[in-house]
């Protein structure tokens, strides 16, 4: 009898998280107060900004007190069918175009970009809509850990610089 009990209350939870990560984004796109409220619920703090080009985006840090923005793209009526993952570091931190190119060969989704006037970016550009889930965008937020991960091990570590490029 308890081993049945303990089958339905899976199946049941099961079935239930089920639900709740294939809940599809909204064919017209997220909104910031959504993409904000979905990075909260993955575990990061989270702060909407308005950028000077008039476009959001999300303001998060990292677990080694890094951070990282969220940018909404492609948006009408504050609805965006794109987003970018996107850190810039500090002036400070030298990145080679050498090296960049042997990471962008390397990496398939998030890419590296070196600025002779900034500190070296990197970038990662994700599909909201038509037809993404909350589960695939929670995919590519752990791609783009994993590779900020590997880009700050590349660099040697260090801190990516508080303000992000407008």
């Avoid at 990061?44 to 959001?56: D, I, L």
């Avoid at 889930?133 to 590779?147: F, G, H």
């Amino acid at each position: 009898m308890r081993s049945g009990v303990f089958l339905a209350v899976a199946l049941s939870v099961s079935v239930a998280c089920g639900a709740v990560e294939a809940k599809t984004i909204s064919k017209a796109g997220l909104t910031p107060a959504e993409a904000a409220a979905w990075l909260k619920r993955e575990g990061f703090e989270t702060k909407v900004v308005k950028a000077e080009s008039g476009g959001f985006y999300i303001d998060s840090t990292y677990d080694n007190g890094g951070r990282f923005q969220f940018f909404l793209l492609d948006c009408k009526q504050e609805r965006c069918l794109s987003g970018q993952f996107f850190t810039v570091y500090t002036p400070e931190v030298k990145l080679t175009l050498e090296a960049a190119n042997t990471w962008n060969t390397s990496n398939r989704f998030v890419k590296a970009h070196v600025f002779s006037d900034d500190g070296p970016m990197v970038t990662y550009d994700v599909t909201l809509a038509p037809g993404a889930t909350y589960a695939s965008l929670t995919d590519s937020l752990e791609i783009w850990l994993e590779a900020a991960e590997r880009f700050d091990k590349l660099l040697g570590e260090p801190e990516p610089t508080p303000s992000p490029r407008p």
